[in-house]
């Protein structure tokens, strides 16, 4: 496309441009335009919800965590690797830092502000075996259920070593 042949088409496209809104078809235009991006923000934030959705893996694992005790028992040759297991999920996925960290029990501060999760893990030695407890509880009283799904996936990690959802884990 030579020189001119572009001239005459910026002035086409700028005499139909004119003769649009010369004719009143502007305001029509710019509504078009405006619902096209109405709906593709609509768009937008439909495909990120769809998104946020669990996988089936994902439904099966919480299924599964549902029913794991916050109270269990595991034999003195594992607890020890059980024990660092809970630290570090405690240290990793906790809103507030440690309180106490002994042989018997670990403990976070209280959190602040009203957002967060305290976490107390306690270790009862029964001869061969632990008794292991595991409490979270919430700041807010409405993220109780969260609350108690930490403590289930804690429980789980301390008894199979096995993380596979982190993004599950409410902070």
């Known amino acids: 496309m030579g020189i001119d042949e572009q001239r005459t088409s910026v002035m086409g496209n700028r005499t139909l ?31 990120s919800c769809a998104s ?6 994902e439904q099966d694992y919480l299924r599964r965590i549902l029913s794991t005790p916050t ?14 297991r809970a630290q570090s999920f405690i240290e ?4 507030s830092g ?3 960290v002994t042989d018997t029990i670990i403990r976070t501060t209280p959190p602040n502000r009203g957002v967060g999760f305290r976490y107390t893990v306690t ?17 807010d009283l409405r993220s109780g259920p969260v609350a108690d799904r930490n403590a289930r996936i804690l429980a789980d990690y ?14």
């Open 123 to 139: 270790r009862t030695p029964q001869g061969q075996t632990s008794r292991i407890s595991i409490e979270v509880l919430a700041a």
């Open 71 to 84: 109270e269990f028992e595991i034999p003195e040759d594992s607890v020890q690797q059980a024990w660092m």
């Open 158 to 171: 301390m008894q199979t070593g096995e993380l596979p959802y982190p993004d599950l884990i409410a902070r």
């Open 17 to 47: 441009l004119t003769a649009l809104v010369g004719r009143g078809y502007w305001h029509e235009y710019e509504k078009r335009v405006s619902r096209m991006g109405f709906t593709l923000l609509t768009l937008i934030v439909l495909a």
């Open 92 to 95: 990793t996925y906790g809103t």
């Open 52 to 57: 946020s959705q669990l996988s089936s893996s």
């Open 98 to 100: 440690l309180q106490n």
